[in-house]
């Protein structure tokens, strides 16, 4: 068991070069950004010189353009700047704390996840067993997804406020319905993946259909089923921002990258993003650290 288990775990270097590989693509990110935020800014940089009689060297164009107050495109470390300002300085209670955003926008997408991971597994089930539901329900399922979300939304939070609901549910249903498809597309593949040799050895078994579910088909989905939640999770996510955006909110990341797009500095919208994509990556980093912890329970490979 010991030797398998050092075994299962990848080489130091094969680490070490994933690691570098990353920090790479990461750099490669920060460079052009910081180009990206000279080239947009330098057009007021240029302006308020032009108004000031000044002449702008590179350099003095540079610091200008990486240090404006409502920027067109704000340099990174303005972002680092105000995402730590807005969450470590901030106490989490106040409503200018990324903290408090984020959690009001985790909370839909946690709520919206679970429902569209149980819709799409049940959906799953009724499409593997049963032909009437595949015949019916897949097609609906992916014609589902052909209808843009932002003209969703509205509907649904209209809809919903008519009959007296409104706060979490909505973005939470708009949430559940971009992340049960990946969960319905994966789990009905997953379902499907046994080999039919281990169908028929089951049926010479005399297995019952629940048993050939729970002993051979579920078994070969779970590998399929973590890939398809750490899409649905991120998915989730953004249907839980999209569901501020219409209702006037005043809680959330939505909320925020809203008011700062009418009234604060472009550098709030940026952070409030930053804010989505922590939340994002935190929340696939659990998936799959509860995929490993399922391999290893189950005796595969972490």
């Known amino acids: 068991m010991a030797t398998g288990s050092v075994a299962a775990r990848p080489p130091a270097s094969e680490t070490g070069s994933k690691a570098l ?22 057009a007021w940089a240029f302006d308020q010189a032009g108004r000031d009689g000044v002449e702008l060297s590179p350099r003095a164009l540079v610091a200008d353009t990486w240090s404006q107050e409502r920027p067109r495109l704000p340099a990174p470390h303005q972002v680092a700047a105000e995402l730590w300002k807005t969450t470590v300085g901030t106490p989490v209670t106040s409503k200018r704390s990324l903290v408090y955003h984020g959690w009001v926008t985790l909370s839909a997408t946690l709520a919206g996840f679970v429902l569209g991971a149980a819709l799409g597994i049940l959906l799953a089930v009724g499409i593997v067993h049963d032909r009437t539901t595949n015949a019916s329900v897949m097609p609906w399922v992916i014609a589902s997804q052909t209808v843009p979300i932002l003209a969703i939304a509205p509907m649904i939070i209209v809809v919903l406020s008519s009959v007296g609901v409104s706060g979490l549910l909505p973005k939470a249903l708009i949430s559940m319905y971009l992340s049960f498809f990946p969960v319905v597309v994966g789990m009905v593949k997953g379902f499907r993946s046994p080999e039919a040799m281990l169908l028929d050895q089951m049926r010479t078994w005399n297995a019952s259909a629940a048993q050939t579910f729970w002993k051979l088909r579920w078994p070969a989905a779970l590998p399929y089923l973590f890939t398809s939640l750490k899409v649905a999770v991120a998915a989730s996510l953004v249907g839980a921002i999209i569901g501020e955006l219409p209702t006037g909110a005043v809680a959330g990341l939505g909320a925020r990258m809203l008011t700062g797009s009418y009234y604060g500095p472009t550098v709030q919208i940026w952070s409030a993003l930053m804010m989505a994509a922590i939340l994002a990556a935190g929340l696939v980093g659990l998936i799959g650290l509860a995929e490993r912890l399922t391999a290893r329970v189950m005796g595969g490979r972490a």
């Open 21 to 42: 590989a990353i920090l790479t693509v990461v750099a490669g990110i920060l460079v052009i950004w910081y180009v990206a935020a000279v080239v947009l800014n330098a």
